[in-house]
């Protein structure tokens, strides 16, 4: 589910789907922290096709709107208009950021 916010600049929400919902990730945490059932981040490498034609990479980031921090992504390589992205998920949405120069 990609959105396009303008011709050279996409967001692509991300998350693993489980369905493992009631592991217990980090049974040290205190019984009132809801995260200690949030599943640990999980790499993950995807190719996007039909990109904008550029001479110029993308710029690649992650965002968890949840903890409000950056998460890790990197570009690994492109061709034409494909990227190969590397990127941490996990069981609740990230917001991956695709753009190129304007």
Known sequence: LPFQN?????????????RDLLTLYQPSAPASDIRR??????RFRI???NLPASSSAPTVSA???IRNTATPA???SRQGTSATI???ATD??????VEYPG
């Open 6 to 18: 303008s011709p050279t600049s996409f967001t692509i929400p991300v998350y693993v789907m489980t």
């Open 37 to 42: 059932f949030d599943l640990p981040d999980e």
């Open 47 to 49: 190719v996007l096709a």
């Open 63 to 65: 965002y968890d709107p």
């Open 74 to 76: 990197r570009l690994i």
């Open 86 to 88: 590397e990127f941490a």
């Open 92 to 97: 609740y949405p990230r917001l991956l950021s």
